[in-house]
């Protein structure tokens, strides 16, 4: 009983801590998308490196891994 409570706290610790993150990541997307039209070029480039672990191109299609995903590719639609 004691050994499932703590894996019950675990995971809800870890839950927290996952859903601190997404906010954090949901207000940067946000401010950045209320103000792309007002600042330079240079800024939009670090934010972007700021969220973007890896883009990985085989001519063809992009795959774009973000940081905190697992280590998880978010596929990018296909380029025409």
Do not use: Q
């Amino acid at each position: 009983m004691k050994a499932e409570l703590l894996r019950l706290r675990t995971a809800e610790e870890a839950n927290k801590n996952k859903e601190s993150s997404l906010d954090a990541i949901s207000g940067m997307l946000s401010a950045f998308e209320n103000h792309i039209d007002i600042i330079d070029i240079e800024a939009r480039r670090a934010f972007l490196k700021g969220i973007v672990e890896g883009i990985t191109w085989d001519g063809l299609n992009a795959e774009m891994t973000l940081f905190g995903a697992n280590s998880e590719k978010k596929p990018m639609p296909p380029i025409v």
